[in-house]
């Protein structure tokens, strides 16, 4: 059926075939991504410690933004990619990202619905969402859009580049582990999801814009759509 093409061609285009990029993997990226990577997962694991309704909790939110930033600038020059469309076009995969996100996002929206019935996965996800709950939305919003954009740049700009083999894998692996300190089972587990599909989008289209566009779609529609999809029918 031609609407089954269109979706191969999409899949292959935005996600499998992967793009000839130059490696720029040096003693410096590895270097300066170890470091920070531990000091991203501290302060990460700090923030989320942090009681809701701290005022702490927001300045402590984007410090942790201002690790990945630092970090993937520092380690060496990232790239933004080029897009390649069904039709063997180029673009900068911006509306790739945007779509990949968007379903993304309607998987977790529905794997919600069950979570919302297990007490035991849904009280560590009512803690993080309470955090959201103490300040203004478009404040909120804004510090998760940083936080996304940052995260690409260093897991799948920096981390990504310092990599030679296996590099969706691993740096998928990395991003999960980063994320342990919070103490958040599904926020791991969410990690290992967005970081299978951006890992390879990033494969795809050699550099983070693409990237970027999918965490920002997903995020942010997390954000605004999952306190709803968890109180559905209770």
Known sequence: ????????????????????????????????????????????????????????????????????????????????????????????????????GGLLLAVFLAGALLVGRLPWLRGPVDVLLAHAGYGALPIVAAITALNGVAEELFFRGAVFAALTRWRVAVSTAVYAVATMPSGVPLLVFAAVALGVVTGLQRRATGGVSGPIATHLTWSLGMLFALPWALNVGS
Do not use: C, K, N
């Open 1 to 100: 059926m031609p609407v089954f093409g269109e979706l191969r061609a999409f899949v292959r285009a935005s996600l499998l075939d992967p793009a000839d990029e130059p490696s720029t993997a040096s003693r410096r990226r590895w270097i300066v991504t170890g470091v920070t990577l531990i000091a991203g997962a501290v302060t990460l694991g700090w923030s989320l410690s942090i009681r809701p309704g701290d005022p702490l909790f927001y300045p402590a939110t984007i410090g942790v933004a201002v690790v990945w930033l630092v970090g993937a600038f520092a380690s060496g020059p990232l790239r933004l990619g080029h897009g390649r469309t069904r039709t063997g076009g180029t673009s900068r995969a911006l509306l790739q990202g945007v779509i990949l």
